[in-house]
């Protein structure tokens, strides 16, 4: 079987797998926030909280829960990755740096994973557990619960308000979604060879007769919360290219699957919630758009040849695993960066300057092909109510969202919202390129102008968009252990997760403080489902990002490209 045949056998089998999934796993999803039956064990984390899970919220008490949570998680993290060296089975590893036990708090709490350190090294196993696969599970389930928030914002009728309560959809989402989907994955791993083990570490012999020792833990769990939480922090600094993480072609498709099953699935869940299936088939389609439009750009520039070595072995095959090749790394690639997982199986710095400049481009979209667990979803309905308020003008339609107004308050939210990502990344960006200890951090400098000092800016644009858009994965020729990009970076990281969250309630609130029109009513306004509206949608995304970053990208992947 020839690579390509083999690749488009996998991406079948992905698109097939996830239609499959699609319409069962959406309704689940919307009956676990629907349902006011709980179940035992969360009656038992609802007393221990304190919490009246018949209790509803607004958007102000949401929030703040919200920022408890958020608050009282980062602390926590980085108590304990400081303190690491002081608790059990910590294998002789030290507690780390306060710069990077900062950076890495915000960036598991933000659901981002960005790690500047080597994770066999420097994280114990306790840590791993009792911190960092903690977060993957509640950081995505805090992102679910803020996109559930906002239909509920969408789909209240009786204008009081209320958009459900944070601590029971937390819980819910923990316990009934991503826990049961986590150990199926981890179960998948184990029998294919991932390492699931209370060891720390095993001593083998090499060739030459000297000594050495494997890292061992229970990595494959982790691994398996790591990807259908669209996290990416890896057990080890390969992260998914390692044997022990992703050891055949088929955990590759297994980890692809896990990545988007749930992003994918939130737009049914989003149709059943506003009792409308057609919404959420419009947000699918624009998804499926992008992000099939991004894996040919990227599979197409990977497969070709540029220079003696790529052509000898008849692909750009540097840094990426034989075991995947060109199609399982530039499917792995673009479902990795179209959310915010930032897990890799290929060193995204290899990739040639136009295919790296698309795995960039799929993050300053703003992760909306399909998003990360929750806030793909939720990105794109803010996008969505833009599109609707410019659409509507245009037409001389009133601008409204499935009977809601779309007032002065809603969209200067909404622009809001759209801005946070390209002030962080730009901003972060310009500064760092500025400052001359930059140059000692990049693996690619060279004179201004040169292919080289293209590729170096890439390297820093990427490192800010991957932070600001909470993805966590790197063009790994940049050196980020300095104390002005941990705290910079960590930065952009916190606030590129916090501040859209404040906004999105904040909209969701809005909303739910109005009571929607009658059909009559409605009929006057413009359409939000259907093949016109999902191009409209489509448009102002590409454009919203074109007229934000073609500069930036001109600078860099395009001009290395060129």
């Avoid at 039956?37 to 007393?47: G, N, V």
């Avoid at 499935?402 to 759209?418: C, N, Q």
């Avoid at 790994?476 to 705290?487: E, F, K, P, V």
Wanted: no cysteine.
């Amino acid at each position: 079987m020839t690579d390509l045949s083999a690749g488009l056998l996998q991406l079948a089998s992905v698109l097939v797998i996830l239609a499959a999934a699609y319409v069962p796993l959406g309704d689940y999803m919307a009956r676990v926030y629907l349902t006011p039956r709980d179940a035992a064990p969360e009656r038992l984390m609802f007393r221990a909280l304190g919490v009246n899970p018949r209790g509803n919220q607004t958007a102000r008490g949401y929030g703040l829960s919200v920022l408890a949570f958020t608050s009282v998680s980062l602390a926590s993290l980085y108590a304990l990755q400081r303190l690491q060296g002081h608790l059990p089975w910590s294998d002789g590893k030290p507690g780390m740096s306060p710069a990077v036990a900062f950076n890495t708090a915000i960036s598991f709490i933000a659901n981002t994973n960005w790690q500047s350190y080597e994770p066999e090294t420097t994280i114990s196993n306790l840590t791993q557990m009792l911190g960092l696969a903690v977060q993957n599970f509640l950081s995505a389930a805090v992102g679910m619960a803020v996109a559930v928030a906002l239909i509920r914002g969408i789909a209240n009728h009786r204008g009081n308000g209320e958009i459900g309560n944070f601590w029971v959809d937390l819980i819910r989402g923990t316990v009934r979604i991503l826990l049961p989907l986590a150990v199926a994955v981890a179960a998948i791993l184990v029998f294919q060879g991932a390492v699931q083990s209370w060891h720390t570490g095993a001593g083998i012999t090499m060739l030459d007769g000297t000594r050495s020792r494997i890292p061992l833990g229970p990595f494959a769990s982790q691994e398996s919360i790591k990807l259908l939480g669209t996290n990416g922090g890896g057990t080890y600094g390969a992260n998914s290219a390692h044997p022990f993480s992703n050891p055949t072609p088929l955990t590759n498709v297994i980890s692809i699957l896990a990545i988007l099953i749930i992003p994918v699935s939130l737009t049914r869940t989003y149709g059943t919630l506003v009792h409308d299936r057609r919404q959420g088939l419009t947000l699918l389609g624009v998804m499926a758009a992008i992000w099939g439009g991004m894996l040919a750009l990227v599979w197409t520039m990977e497969s070709r040849t540029d220079g003696a070595a790529s052509q000898a072995a008849g692909a750009m095959l540097e840094g990426k695993e034989t075991r995947f090749g060109i199609p399982g790394s530039a499917l792995f690639a673009v479902a990795t960066t179209g959310t915010s997982t930032g897990a890799v199986n290929s060193a995204h710095d290899s990739f040639s300057a136009a295919g790296g400049g698309g795995l960039l481009w799929n993050m300053l979209l703003g992760e909306v092909a399909p998003g990360g667990v929750g806030s793909g979803l939720y990105g794109l309905l803010v996008l969505a109510i833009i599109t609707v308020f410019v659409g509507g003008l245009l037409v001389g339609r009133s601008p409204e969202f499935l009977g809601k107004k779309v007032g002065r308050r809603e969209i200067t939210l909404s622009a809001l919202y759209v801005l946070v990502m390209p002030a962080l990344v730009l901003t972060g960006a310009s500064i760092t390129v500025l400052l001359g200890s930059t140059g000692d951090a990049l693996g690619n400098d060279g004179p201004v102008g040169s292919r080289s000092a293209a590729h170096g800016f890439s390297e820093v644009m990427y490192a800010f968009a991957s932070a600001a858009n909470n993805n966590g994965s790197a063009f790994g020729g940049l050196t980020a252990t300095s104390d002005w990009l941990q705290i910079s970076l960590g930065l952009a990281m916190l606030l590129g997760r916090i501040v859209p969250i404040v906004l999105v309630l904040a909209l969701a609130g809005s909303l739910a403080r109005q009571k929607p029109k009658t059909g009559e009513q409605q009929a006057a306004a413009l359409p939000t489902s259907g093949v016109l509206f999902g191009a409209l949608l489509l448009g102002t995304a590409l454009l919203v990002a074109g007229l934000t970053f073609f500069p930036a990208m001109a600078l860099g992947p395009i001009a290395e490209a060129l």
